[in-house]
């Protein structure tokens, strides 16, 4: 059974920073892509961004590119989101996505299995 948890979400303050995991059970992670996702209520879930299963290379949304970065540690199963300058607008339900041997982006319909979610509320 392939399962894909996130944890580190929480409240920060405008201007700080939080450390999202996801770790993922049940499958060859190494031979899946790894994105991050967002969604707040009403809202369709858009990409924030992704790390590719083969070199490693990512990719970055415009509106945090600079602010987040994405790594992964095979070893250990697990990808991370460093998140840094975090803003009101960084709001949302965080998920994170894997999608068997996927080029970068990969959107939604792409993924083959989603995580539950994590909650990231930033205040002002």
């Known amino acids: 059974q392939v399962q894909l948890v996130e944890s580190g979400g929480g409240l920060v303050q405008a201007g700080g920073s939080l450390r999202l995991s996801c770790a993922a059970s049940?499958?060859?992670?190494?031979?899946?892509?790894v994105g991050w996702f967002r969604q707040v209520p009403g809202k369709e879930r858009e990409f924030v961004t992704c790390i590719n299963w083969s070199d490693e290379s990512t990719y970055y949304a415009d509106s945090v590119k600079g602010r987040f970065t994405i790594s992964r540690d095979n070893s250990k199963n697990t990808v991370y989101l460093q998140m840094n300058s975090l803003k009101p607008e960084d709001t949302a339900v965080y998920y994170c996505?894997?999608?068997?041997?996927?080029?970068?982006?990969?959107?939604?319909?792409?993924?083959?299995?989603w995580g539950q979610g994590t909650q990231v509320t930033v205040s002002s």
């Open positions: 049940g499958l060859t992670f190494s031979a899946y892509s």
């Open positions: 996505a894997a999608a068997r041997r996927a080029s970068m982006p990969f959107v939604t319909s792409r993924a083959n299995y």
